[in-house]
């Protein structure tokens, strides 16, 4: 039997993914600062652009609410997790620059 391999039309860097409550795919796209949602087979249903304040994005998760969790950052910027609503808007953070008290 040969199985059939398919790729996903990522087409940016990807440095996290997970599944929604829904069974559908969330991809963190760092380079470019998106959140790419697919279906299970590839297909992609949306993407949301994270405010530029957003950097190196590593990891997302989908709230019940809708809502998602992105934890972002690299050396030289900040190093926050946020709360986004669904067009990519902060509603909260935590954390700040490296080494800050915020």
Known sequence: M???LSE???NDVASGITVTDTHSVLVTCCD??????FTTHGQLL??????QDI???LH?????????????GAFHSAQRVCLID???IVVKSFGGLRGSDT
């Open 86 to 88: 669904s067009g990519g």
């Open 2 to 4: 040969t199985k059939k």
């Open 32 to 37: 470019v600062g998106k959140l790419k949602e």
């Open 8 to 10: 996903w039309p990522v």
């Open 55 to 57: 950097v190196h994005a």
């Open 46 to 51: 949306r993407q949301i652009e994270l405010e």
């Open 60 to 72: 997302t998760i989908q709230l019940p609410s809708g809502e998602f969790v992105v934890c972002h």
